[in-house]
Nanobody, 121 residues
Framework: QLVESGGGLVQVGDSLRLSCTAS????????MGWFRHAPGKEREFVAA????????FYEPSVKGRFFISRDNAKNMVYLQMNSLKPEDTAIYYC????????????????WGQGTQVTVSS
């Protein structure tokens, strides 16, 4: 239902854009988000965007560096990641949920398989 792409190995300070292709009926009813899971850590929220694309929301450590966007005409969600740091290394997951609070809390209806992002110093 959700397929991520765009991960890879980059250097500190580089940029990367992740994409999420959503095969969700009534996609525009869903808030969408990105989460990440680093080795030895719990999965954490990264960013979320409401169904109509206003008032996006970020985890403090990525605010100002990462930007979430969506194209409802194409059923796509993106995560533009700039000024990448080694601590951004993780598997990044796309998630979709109709309820904003549940999405941000990590209780999403839909999850992708993840894409690996590795930031090398």
């Amino acid at each position: 239902q959700l397929v991520e792409s765009g991960g890879g190995l980059v250097q500190v300070g580089d940029s990367l854009r992740l994409s999420c292709t959503a095969s969700i009926r009534f996609f525009t009813d869903y808030a969408m988000g990105w989460f990440r899971h680093a080795p030895g850590k719990e999965r954490e929220f990264v960013a979320a965007i409401p169904s109509r694309g206003y008032k996006d929301f970020y985890e403090p450590s990525v605010k100002g560096r990462f930007f979430i966007s969506r194209d409802n005409a194409k059923n796509m969600v993106y995560l533009q990641m700039n000024s990448l740091k080694p601590e951004d290394t993780a598997i990044y997951y796309c998630a979709g949920e109709q309820n904003w609070g549940r999405l941000v809390a990590g209780m999403a209806e839909y999850w992708g398989q993840g894409t690996q992002v590795t930031v090398s110093s």
